[in-house]
């Protein structure tokens, strides 16, 4: 199935699989993202330890992946999924479910590999909004949370003094921190987009870090960026 971009060109939709121990759940998060002509639900999975397989078999986009399962959890099981990335074969982006917005479970799947974290509860449209922000890989998902996630455990003192990032990363970082894209970043700085772009890739390559979240993480965690 394909969707139709303004100009009338046909777009493959974002493909998801959804991984949850409750089949109730699942049946849910199926008739919310197949009604989004832009999503596609490929697959689905009742526990962590299916899920390389099912990921082989259908390879996702996304996977919607619940925190807490009975035999392999979420942290596990996304964890295994990024020890398994080749180059020229990306693992797929990992977007946690979870019930509660404090869940410590959460900060440890974030630092798993997981892009982001989703409360169940959460409206429909919120649900398809989050996967299409993580699939784009643009942003980070809620960074009020993350600050009060990382808020529960002690800074490492470190201040990420190591990493040798320059004045401008700097502030590059502090501003992802607080969820802007790279375009708003640009324009808080007087920057061109390529620039900031630039200076994410420098940042993301000092900290030995994937992603925009696991900077994030690295930069509360470690007190270089203040949890309030």
Known sequence: MSTQTPTGTATRPTTLLLVDDEPLVRAGLRAILDAEPDLEVVGEAGDGSEVPQVV???RPDVVLMDVRMPRVDGIDATRALMARERPGSPSPTVLVLTTFEND???LDALHAGAQGFLLKRARPEEIAQAVRLVARG???L?????RRLAALRPPSGD???GAGLTEREGEVLRLVATGMSN???AAELYLGVETVRSHVAGV???LGVRDRTQAVVRAYESGFVRAR
């Open 56 to 58: 082989a078999e259908t």
């Open 104 to 106: 410590d479970h959460v």
């Open 138 to 140: 643009d942003s980070l």
């Open 142 to 146: 809620f960074p009020d949370a993350v």
């Open 159 to 161: 201040a990420l003094r």
């Open 183 to 185: 375009a708003e970043i």
């Open 204 to 206: 993301l390559a000092k």
